[in-house]
């Protein structure tokens, strides 16, 4: 099938809540794209609205973790979307068995889609939608965010097209103030990343309910369970900073550029300090570059994720408090010299105990010989 007579459709690899997606090629420019074509919705007349949304959404944004878009238009009364084509898969799994990664290639997906998220942010946009479907991994181990069809832009309230009060989104990673009814925001998104973090550690949502509504109720006043719990072993500073994206008040959350920051600078693997929340993290100002998950082939011309080497053993060990320094093997520390030890103190009373009969012993001797030498002249 031709689409626009130049896009050759080849295999459906997605289907969607609003479209198909091909596998196709650009035979003008010689390369592979993906094509989304828009299905028919006679029902909801703002599905057309949302769909060129979502090219316009992601056509404004270029970013190497971020589905690229490179065109859009109408074909025998569809509309359709031509993609980046993303060699690989999403980091959905299946129900019956979730994807469970490493910390390690978690730090990784962590730092990829939320550099994707701090691009989309400082342009105004607001993705609305992350979940593990939403994050695709190329064959370099490259995660990029796909999928704008919900996006809205801050500054433009109308563009979320839909009703007052409506919640888009997925249950299982919506931020409690959406679940409250209040307006997305670029701490929404953190706060969706975080559950699919979460996710991928433990291999279940950090929260789940029969209902929809004992979901929402969740979201809004439960506290997750620490990955620590369920088994996951996890370094205290990722587990710190994992639960600080899942903050019940988005001013409580860091930004997205922060978080791939501090990802990317391995700070996640350190030990006895305590991990910020807030603010700009340890590593702000380098911005992870097209890295890799540990394992994949790395991709020519690309910077690889810096991923630190491991830290020894004793490195795993709580450093001391701050403002005290271990005694050194060679002299003595001050508590040493105001305290003697238990045994010196033993040492001190034996000696103390010993010193009376020393003297006795001394004081008989002497007198005996003076009584001898009186015994002796008194004989002569």
Known sequence: MLVADRYRLHVCIGRGGMGEVWQATDEVLGRDVAVKLMLAHGTDPSAADRFRLEAQTAARLSHPHVVGVFDFGTWDGKLFLVMELVEGDSLAGSPSEPLVLSAERVAVVAAHAAAGLAAAHRQGVVHRDIKPGNLLVDADGTVKLADFGIARFVDDPSAALTTTGQIVGTGLYLAPERALGQPASSASDVYSLGCVLYQLLTGRPPFRADTATALLYQHIDTAPVPPGRLGVALPPEFETYLLSLLAKQPEQRPPAQAIADWFSSGAWRAYGRPAPSTGRMPGAGQMPGSGQ????????????????????????????????RPPSAGGSSSRRRERPSSSTTGALAELSRRRPRKTAAVAGAIAFVVFLIIGMSWLS
């Open 293 to 324: 998950i540990p394992g994949a082939a790395p991709r020519t011309g690309a910077a690889p994720l810096p991923v630190p080497a491991p830290m020894p053993a004793q490195a795993h060990r709580p450093a001391p408090p701050q403002g005290h």
